[in-house]
């Protein structure tokens, strides 16, 4: 399908793509030229670099390809001791790598079985025990080498291991190289609720390697793609147009596409992270689509959808409902739709799920405030706000028609 023109202006600060043999802007300098292999300079013309702005927690960003068998990424971790955990999946591909580059020694390595169940108690028991028993100090440091259950359980155990250790984000997936690295939110699931243990605990570096995901399922790949589509919808007009633009150039992986693409989402998150550390205002946006999304994931057991999925169908559902309250033009949520769709993600909520099923699990989301449901909805594409205040008659239509197929 053929995305509509797009009803925003391009954003003239988006930066061109750089001519061949020049790097990007913002990209780093070579390193050295001579000497180089001519795959690192490739590397090197689409590596982009940013930093989490927050006071003495502030760290730097890394994504380029390449960068989990590059020693020098480590360079900032010689001379202390480091454990990696990560997972079965994971291990294989990308361990011996990081154990390379980073001159770590094999039995500093935890794998970990792969997959969300993952992200629990017992599993942080298990980080907790193996940490002690290897004797990692005070002054060591955890390595995150995954996607975002890695990232969360390492995270949120070297929040708590000897009061706090300092962690190093090495993320595989799409989706935590965009979101679930940056910005420090570390933790594990419970029984009654995803993610409601934890801490904030901000990594001293984040890796981004975008070879990684050559191997990542398409699927996963999707999952990600829907917190990209939602950065863009939130708070980067001119990256919204770009996926609509570009999105063949992604799914086929184009290294300076995917760079760029990640390096906007990681700097709008680093911007608002850095704005609201805690999750006490701004913050919230970060949570478009996610209050239908939860919703969806309570109802399917967690065991079904990805999460990217169900935020994929939440973006729908969010600028659906701020087109039905008149502050989103109906081309733009259409436009919202067809590029969810063309990310192969799904666009109608699962068979058997009623509009009371959404309005009753979307009032158990932490969104709700005294009572009413607070929704972040859409101004334009690329502007979005936190609000109690819409009326629930365009929220009925909006599930009346989004579960049409499922209720008929
Ligand atoms: N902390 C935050 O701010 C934040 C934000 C968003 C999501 N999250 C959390 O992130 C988690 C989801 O993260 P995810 O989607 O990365 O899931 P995940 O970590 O389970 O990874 C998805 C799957 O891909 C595999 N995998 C990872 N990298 C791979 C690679 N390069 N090649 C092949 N396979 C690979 C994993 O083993 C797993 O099977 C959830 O627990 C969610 O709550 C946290
Ligand atoms: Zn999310």
């Excluded at 359980?153 to 962690?167: E, K, N, P, T």
């Excluded at 981004?208 to 999707?222: G, I, M, N, Q, V």
């Excluded at 959808?305 to 935020?311: D, I, K, R, T």
């Amino acid at each position: 399908m053929k995305p509509n023109p797009p009803s925003v202006p391009v954003d003239p600060s988006i930066p061109p793509p750089p001519a061949a043999g020049k790097r990007a802007p913002g990209a780093k300098a070579p390193l050295s030229k001579s000497g180089a292999s001519s795959r690192r300079l490739r590397a090197e013309a689409v590596a982009r670099e940013l930093q989490v702005k927050l006071g003495a927690r502030s760290y730097p960003l890394h994504i380029a390809p390449g960068l989990l068998s590059d020693p020098s990424q480590f360079a900032s971790l010689r001379g202390r001791l480091l454990r990696v955990v990560t997972d079965a999946n994971v291990a294989p591909l990308y361990l011996q790598k990081v154990l390379s580059a980073a001159g770590i020694a094999v039995e500093d390595a935890l794998v970990l079985p792969a997959g969300e169940t993952q992200k629990s108690w017992a599993t942080l028991e298990t980080v907790i025990d193996w940490l002690l028993a290897t004797r990692l100090p005070r002054d060591g440091v955890v390595l995150a080498l995954g996607g975002g259950v890695v990232g969360d359980l390492a995270g949120f155990a070297a929040s708590i291991y000897q009061r706090g250790v300092d962690f190093v984000q090495l993320p595989t997936t799409l989706l935590a190289q965009v979101d679930s690295s940056v910005g420090g939110k570390t933790g594990v699931n419970h029984p009654r609720g995803k993610n409601l243990i934890g801490a904030f605990h901000q990594p001293q570096m984040v890796l981004a390697d975008t070879d990684a995901l050559k191997t990542l399922p398409p699927r996963e790949f999707a999952a990600g793609l829907a917190e990209v589509i939602k950065c863009g919808l939130l708070g980067d007009a001119p990256l919204f147009i770009k996926l609509e633009r570009e999105l063949d150039r992604l799914l086929a992986l184009d290294p300076s596409t995917l760079a760029e693409v990640i390096e906007r989402c990681c700097r709008l998150k680093a911007r608002i992270v850095a704005e609201d550390e805690r999750e006490s205002g701004p913050r919230a946006l970060l949570n478009l689509g996610h209050t239908f999304a939860h919703a969806v994931e309570t109802f399917t057991g967690y065991d079904q959808w990805l999460h990217g999925e169900a935020v994929g169908l939440g973006l729908c559902m969010a600028a659906d409902l701020s087109a039905k309250l008149g502050w989103l033009p109906q081309a733009d949520a259409d436009r919202c739709r067809a590029l969810v769709a063309r990310c192969n993600l799904p666009v109608l909520p699962p068979a058997g799920m009623k509009p009371d099923d959404f309005l009753r699990l979307m009032a158990q989301d932490k969104k709700v405030a005294g009572g009413r449901l607070r929704l972040v909805l859409l101004r334009a594409i690329g502007e979005s706000l936190v609000t109690a205040d819409f009326d629930p008659a365009a929220l009925d239509a909006t599930l009346a028609q989004f579960c049409a197929h499922t209720t008929a």
